[in-house]
């Protein structure tokens, strides 16, 4: 590809002949094969020694100078570097760049090296105004003597030996026979799971097999797990920076392109964190809002996924340039007018009270189609549950319906009613409600308030538990502690202990034998011949319930 060379960084103080100097460096086209020529080398240390600054170039692999970067005499700054490049696994841009105090790769080389997936990064020490010593480090495909990265012998750039692009080639080939991209669906994202917690490690672990299965529900390929335990968490990056360095070198020989992190990311840590990193980032929030806007299917779920987002996003737009945003204003207008970041902030504040609107106009439909069961005097019976607990199939089984009902985390979203015939002839509603999950996003609970007001009605709770699942009573007490913050605890309620058809007999005798203490009780969601025992209990509380309302207003009436 051809690029417009772009020169970035501090370029402030410049005098007009210095500025044409570094125009012109930039307009160099690098003899290929070599990291950087003779020639180009010489101008580039005598524009940095003249000027007191370091200064870096950005090389294609063709040999074009995609960007010169200006720094000041401790660092340069990388600029975005999205849509530049090539590569496959390595970016197909090499760094050189110049130094006035210590020689060689510095550390922070390596993480420049590693976080934006570069071929070479290089170093050019100085001697006199003069190029002295080109130190360059790579990317290596697997860990030796502790390092995921190595060094060349350092020479004078007059002196190098081998073609760089050769070099190149074979790491890139030497990446791929490591870790095959074909083995990976080409159209799917391909992430690494990272959770940098306080809590036990035990404790961790679940939550980060939850992270991977809520990425298996979104579609995305799980490459890699990180889990570091620390007694605090660092402000910017929650991980050490030294942690950050070997999950992006493993990025790189994995092929990754996501990171999705089991913690929820302040607005500046997300911010820290991408400044370092290539890599798309998000959080385990982000993450369920996607797969609540991808399952979302009705008018109602569509708008309280999108207001939630809306929510997410407004503190996480992030400062933009003053030279990329344009000044609204003019005649009639006071003051310099808004930034390009101020109209953003103030269309999606709009779109959240229009949406506000809409979702109350939705709930006024949903109470009035309450209104009219509540006349008819049917009883209702709620499903809740921690997600993919088997609350759809359960309901799919009771009324021969067809709801989707996967082995996902979030399969459906919206809520779904249908009419359950008892056996002694007495007919009742059953309504399947969305999922809980630990660590529930905050906005979230908020914008399926509306939804989870269809509790408030229910006569009767069935709260479904994944009895196969090793956490399972962890994942009770989120279900229980979540009703009980929505204020649904007073409600009648049956634990049904679902997937007892999963577990070998000893374990199985032993659940039931445990559940029968606690009132629970034991059955298989798609088995309807162990439902039974199910029905009858609820049909006994449900007519005892009727008997003390119809006694109550008896009283009311004498």
Same mark, same amino acid.
């Given at each position: 590809p051809i690029y417009m060379t772009s020169i970035s960084g501090n370029t402030t103080g410049l005098k007009p002949a210095q500025q044409r100097a570094l125009e012109r460096l930039a307009e160099r086209r690098i003899a290929q094969g070599d990291i950087i020529d003779r020639e180009t080398a010489r101008q580039l240390a005598a524009l940095s020694f003249a000027l007191n600054r370091q200064l870096g170039l950005l090389i294609h692999r063709s040999g074009q100078i995609a960007c010169l970067m200006v720094g000041d005499f401790g660092r340069i700054t990388f600029p975005a570097l999205a849509g530049l490049g090539s590569g496959k696994r390595l970016r197909g841009l090499r760094c050189v760049r110049t130094t006035l105090g210590q020689t060689g790769i510095t550390d922070e080389d390596v993480m420049d090296l590693a976080c934006l997936r570069l071929d070479l990064f290089s170093v050019l020490s100085l001697r006199d105004g003069l190029p002295d010593r080109l130190f360059t480090a790579h990317l290596i495909p697997q860990n030796r003597a502790g390092r995921d990265w190595a060094e060349l012998p350092p020479v004078h750039p007059a002196n190098q030996s081998g073609s760089c692009l050769a070099l190149i080639e074979a790491l890139e080939d030497e990446f791929a026979r490591t870790t095959p991209l074909a083995a990976v669906d080409a159209g799917k994202d391909r992430a690494i799971l990272v959770s940098v917690s306080t809590a036990p490690r035990q404790e961790a672990e679940a939550s980060l097999n939850e992270l991977a299965e809520l990425a298996r529900s979104a579609g995305v390929v799980v490459l890699d797990r990180v889990l570091q335990r620390r007694r605090q968490l660092h402000p910017r990056f929650l991980m050490g920076q030294g942690k950050l360095l070997e999950i992006m070198l493993a990025s790189v020989r994995l092929a990754a392109n996501l990171l999705i992190f089991d913690q929820e990311l302040t607005p500046s840590q997300m911010r820290s964190i991408t400044d370092h990193s290539d890599l798309r980032v998000i959080d385990r929030t982000q993450l369920i809002l996607d797969i609540f806007a991808? *399952?979302?299917?009705?008018?109602?779920?569509?708008?309280?996924?999108?207001?939630?987002?809306?929510?997410?996003?407004?503190?996480?737009?992030?400062?933009?340039?003053?030279?990329?945003?344009?000044?609204?204003?003019?005649?009639?207008? *006071?003051?310099?007018?808004?930034?390009?970041?101020?109209?953003?902030? $103030? %269309?999606?504040?709009?779109?959240? +009270?229009?949406?506000?609107?809409?979702?109350?106009?939705?709930?006024? @439909? $949903?109470?009035?189609? %309450?209104? !009219?069961?509540?006349? !008819?005097?049917?009883?209702?019976?709620?499903?809740?549950?921690?997600?993919?607990?088997?609350?759809?199939?359960?309901?799919?089984?009771?009324?021969?319906?067809?709801?989707? +009902? @996967?082995?996902?985390? /979030?399969?459906?979203?919206?809520?779904?009613?249908? %009419?359950?015939?008892?056996?002694?002839?007495?007919?009742?509603?059953?309504?399947?409600?969305?999922?809980?999950?630990?660590?529930?996003? +905050?906005?979230?609970?908020? +914008? /399926?308030?509306?939804?989870?007001?269809?509790?408030? @009605?229910?006569?009767?709770?069935?709260?479904v538990i994944d009895r196969a699942n090793p956490e399972w009573r962890q994942q009770a007490e989120v279900v229980a502690d979540l009703l009980t913050r929505l204020e649904l605890d007073s409600i009648p309620s049956i634990r049904v202990l679902n997937k007892m058809d999963l577990l070998g007999e000893a374990e199985k005798e032993k659940a039931l034998q445990e559940g029968a203490l606690h009132g629970d009780i034991g059955i298989s969601a798609m088995d309807s011949a162990s439902l039974r025992p199910l029905l009858g209990r609820a049909e006994k509380l449900l007519r005892s319930q009727s008997d003390r309302q119809f006694f109550a207003s008896a009283q009311v009436l004498k």
């Amino acid at each position: 590809p051809i690029y417009m060379t772009s020169i970035s960084g501090n370029t402030t103080g410049l005098k007009p002949a210095q500025q044409r100097a570094l125009e012109r460096l930039a307009e160099r086209r690098i003899a290929q094969g070599d990291i950087i020529d003779r020639e180009t080398a010489r101008q580039l240390a005598a524009l940095s020694f003249a000027l007191n600054r370091q200064l870096g170039l950005l090389i294609h692999r063709s040999g074009q100078i995609a960007c010169l970067m200006v720094g000041d005499f401790g660092r340069i700054t990388f600029p975005a570097l999205a849509g530049l490049g090539s590569g496959k696994r390595l970016r197909g841009l090499r760094c050189v760049r110049t130094t006035l105090g210590q020689t060689g790769i510095t550390d922070e080389d390596v993480m420049d090296l590693a976080c934006l997936r570069l071929d070479l990064f290089s170093v050019l020490s100085l001697r006199d105004g003069l190029p002295d010593r080109l130190f360059t480090a790579h990317l290596i495909p697997q860990n030796r003597a502790g390092r995921d990265w190595a060094e060349l012998p350092p020479v004078h750039p007059a002196n190098q030996s081998g073609s760089c692009l050769a070099l190149i080639e074979a790491l890139e080939d030497e990446f791929a026979r490591t870790t095959p991209l074909a083995a990976v669906d080409a159209g799917k994202d391909r992430a690494i799971l990272v959770s940098v917690s306080t809590a036990p490690r035990q404790e961790a672990e679940a939550s980060l097999n939850e992270l991977a299965e809520l990425a298996r529900s979104a579609g995305v390929v799980v490459l890699d797990r990180v889990l570091q335990r620390r007694r605090q968490l660092h402000p910017r990056f929650l991980m050490g920076q030294g942690k950050l360095l070997e999950i992006m070198l493993a990025s790189v020989r994995l092929a990754a392109n996501l990171l999705i992190f089991d913690q929820e990311l302040t607005p500046s840590q997300m911010r820290s964190i991408t400044d370092h990193s290539d890599l798309r980032v998000i959080d385990r929030t982000q993450l369920i809002l996607d797969i609540f806007a991808r *399952r979302a299917r009705s008018r109602e779920g569509k708008l309280q996924i999108e207001m939630a987002q809306l929510k997410y996003m407004l503190p996480r737009l992030g400062t933009r340039d003053d030279a990329l945003s344009r000044l609204t204003g003019g005649i009639g207008a *006071r003051g310099p007018g808004e930034t390009r970041l101020e109209i953003d902030k $103030r %269309r999606i504040n709009d779109r959240i +009270a229009r949406l506000a609107r809409e979702l109350k106009n939705v709930g006024q @439909e $949903r109470y009035r189609r %309450r209104s !009219r069961r509540r006349k !008819r005097d049917v009883p209702v019976i709620s499903l809740v549950g921690y997600t993919n607990a088997g609350k759809s199939t359960l309901l799919n089984t009771l009324t021969h319906s067809d709801i989707l +009902a @996967e082995d996902l985390l /979030f399969a459906t979203l919206d809520p779904s009613s249908r %009419r359950l015939r008892f056996p002694e002839d007495m007919e009742v509603i059953i309504t399947d409600t969305v999922g809980f999950i630990r660590n529930l996003p +905050a906005e979230l609970l908020k +914008a /399926f308030a509306s939804t989870l007001e269809e509790l408030r @009605e229910a006569d009767l709770i069935l709260h479904v538990i994944d009895r196969a699942n090793p956490e399972w009573r962890q994942q009770a007490e989120v279900v229980a502690d979540l009703l009980t913050r929505l204020e649904l605890d007073s409600i009648p309620s049956i634990r049904v202990l679902n997937k007892m058809d999963l577990l070998g007999e000893a374990e199985k005798e032993k659940a039931l034998q445990e559940g029968a203490l606690h009132g629970d009780i034991g059955i298989s969601a798609m088995d309807s011949a162990s439902l039974r025992p199910l029905l009858g209990r609820a049909e006994k509380l449900l007519r005892s319930q009727s008997d003390r309302q119809f006694f109550a207003s008896a009283q009311v009436l004498k």
